[in-house]
């Protein structure tokens, strides 16, 4: 759509994904769907993905920074506002919340948190994100979203500890640590391999 779509009709999508994607999780939850139904079901999660692309544009655009910039005081207070909220989802609350509201608050605080660093940051908020490891692990961050589920399993069931990893001891503790380990060995590999060699070459080919 990014490719073939003009910017006006872009942000119409983006408009219907971000307030369509919260409706739909909210009638498919009332209707007794779960979160292994919800959560990795792409239309229910579209509205995540659009703010990225919201973002992307507005700071690509002087206009819509320059607002940002005018308004950043009172941007900063609702991002603030949203990440209170966020510890409502840890133990409080069921799943027709998080499933329905939850997830749009989640995505809206770090929707305004990336634009807000990028267009209108405060200094010690940029200087505290500027430390190398942090830009390392966000560097490596999608292969260990990707892969960390299916390395901690494997080791559990390598070493006869069950299919369903946690905590118990010291051995499930250090099955635990060294598949966080061979998570980020892993990741690092494919970054230098892989995705690294594929950003390079679309940046080479693709203008838009």
């Not at 209170?84 to 840890?90: I, K």
């Not at 329905?100 to 209108?120: H, K, M, N, P, Q």
């Amino acid at each position: 759509m990014v490719r073939f779509f003009s910017r006006r009709a872009l942000l119409a999508i983006l408009g219907i994904c971000v307030l369509g994607a919260p409706l739909l999780r909210t009638a498919l939850v009332m209707n007794g769907w779960g979160f292994e139904q919800v959560y990795p079901l792409l239309p229910c999660r579209a509205d995540a993905l659009a703010l990225g692309v919201f973002a992307a544009i507005i700071v690509r655009s002087e206009d819509a920074k320059a607002w940002f910039k005018e308004h950043s005081r009172l941007l900063y207070a609702c991002m603030l506002a949203l990440f209170a909220a966020t510890p409502t989802m840890l133990k409080w609350t069921n799943y027709r919340y998080v499933g329905t509201a939850g997830y749009s608050i989640l995505d809206l605080a770090y929707f305004l948190f990336i634009v807000l660093l990028l267009v209108a940051p405060i200094p010690l908020m940029k200087r505290a994100l500027r430390a190398r490891w942090l830009g390392w692990l966000g560097m490596i961050s999608y292969c260990v979203y990707l892969i960390h589920e299916p390395v901690r399993e494997g080791l559990f069931l390598l070493f006869g500890l069950g299919d369903h990893p946690g905590i118990t001891g010291l051995t499930t503790a250090l099955v635990t640590v060294a598949a966080l380990a061979m998570t980020f060995a892993i990741a690092q590999l494919s970054w230098l391999v892989l995705e690294k060699r594929m950003i390079r070459r679309a940046h080479l080919r693709y203008q838009y």
